[in-house]
């Protein structure tokens, strides 16, 4: 599942560059379904960050692997709730 998930991440980095910001997997919860990503450039702090994760990223990664079911942001980059 980690190779699929980076490959869905190349994917969607490409745009997030495009706007001066980036993701990094950092683990995968491979039982409860749980992908956990850094947000990075000018994704920290970004006040879309919360939507481009649950509206990018994770609509995007839960599309393309089906055992993905939730993706969360630890870290400094990650949106406050």
């Known amino acids: 599942m980690k190779e699929k ?3 869905v991440l ?3 980095e490409v745009a997030l560059k495009a706007d001066g910001g980036g993701i990094e997997l950092v683990d995968i919860d491979e ?3 749980i992908v956990f990503v850094s947000l990075k450039g ?3 702090g970004c006040p879309m960050a919360s939507m481009t ?3 990018g ?3 995007v990664l839960k599309n393309e692997i089906p055992e993905v079911k939730e993706v969360r942001a630890v870290g ?3 949106p406050e709730s």
Do not use: D, H, P, Y
């Open 5 to 7: 998930v980076e490959e």
């Open 10 to 12: 190349e994917k969607i």
């Open 31 to 33: 039982e409860e379904g």
């Open 57 to 59: 990223v994770e609509r």
């Open 53 to 55: 994760l649950s509206n």
């Open 42 to 44: 000018a994704c920290v």
């Open 76 to 78: 400094e980059g990650a």
